[in-house]
């Protein structure tokens, strides 16, 4: 099945990583900026993982005024900030950095025992964020997964349901892409309605080709990023380097 034309247009193709992330910081920056100026606050969702690195390094040293701006996790493991595979470590480290340290910033990490118990917590901090948010950055996991929006997942419906909570807990099967962090927070398809700019930010010839089947017909459950791929309300462009 071809991908849809919409979704190849939105597609911006790059020689390597660093094109991408300045490319990427640059528009994220626009849009920051075009907040700012609008409501005098911007929000901005970013993800871990380690292909927005280089992404962040570069926007942190973006001379914006950060100190109104909300930057929101988009998922989370459910372990402490300092362990390792924590998404809000990784933040702090890379874009909690330089000019982007007087951001605020929400994670999704509360001291509850399970992210089950934490939701209307969770829920609650990221409802003080300005909405729709400005900016999103997203990525995509070779099996099709974006955010913790994992195939076939316990929760996955409530994560991508366009109505209900901001947030949803999420229990993945175990596999090589989850490791053993099974148990997870995410922002949900709702909390990321009405965005101003989402981008999609993914490298390789693999995940091109699980992008290119997630645009075309099929279960979401299957290829969760089928959810951002069809949502006609983002603003969705995918930024993408072999």
């Known amino acids: ?18 094109q991408a992330a300045k490319a990427l910081a640059n528009a994220v920056e626009s849009r920051l900026r075009e907040g700012l100026a609008r409501n005098g606050r911007a929000s901005l969702v970013v993800s871990g993982g380690s292909t927005p690195k280089r992404l962040y390094e570069i926007l942190s040293a973006k001379s914006l005024d950060w100190s109104r701006v909300t930057v929101v996790l988009a998922d989370e493991r459910w372990i ?24 605020e910033f929400i994670g999704l990490k509360t001291p509850h025992a399970t992210p089950a118990e934490a939701v ?19 990525g995509m996991g070779g099996d099709g997964h974006t955010l913790s929006w994992f195939p076939e997942a316990d929760g996955l419906d409530a994560a991508i349901a366009e109505d209900g909570r901001r ?57 969760p990023v089928r959810a951002v791929l069809n949502a006609t309300d983002l603003g969705l462009q995918t930024y993408w380097w072999p």
């Open 120 to 138: 209307d917590a969770v829920d609650a901090a990221v409802s003080t964020a300005h909405q729709p948010f400005d900016a999103v950055v997203l």
């Open 1 to 18: 099945m071809p991908t849809p034309l919409s979704l190849v247009t939105a597609l911006q193709e790059f020689d390597d990583g660093e």
């Open 80 to 103: 402490d900030p300092g362990l390792k595979g924590s998404n809000e470590t990784f933040l702090r480290d890379t874009l909690l950095q330089n000019e982007a340290a007087a951001a």
């Open 167 to 223: 947030v949803a807990a999420v229990t993945a099967h175990q596999s090589e892409v989850t490791g053993p962090f099974t148990q997870r927070m995410t922002l949900t398809l709702k909390a990321l309605k009405g965005a101003h700019f989402t981008a999609l930010l993914i490298s390789g010839d693999a995940k091109r080709k699980v992008w290119a089947e997630a645009a075309g017909p099929g279960r979401m459950e299957k290829l």
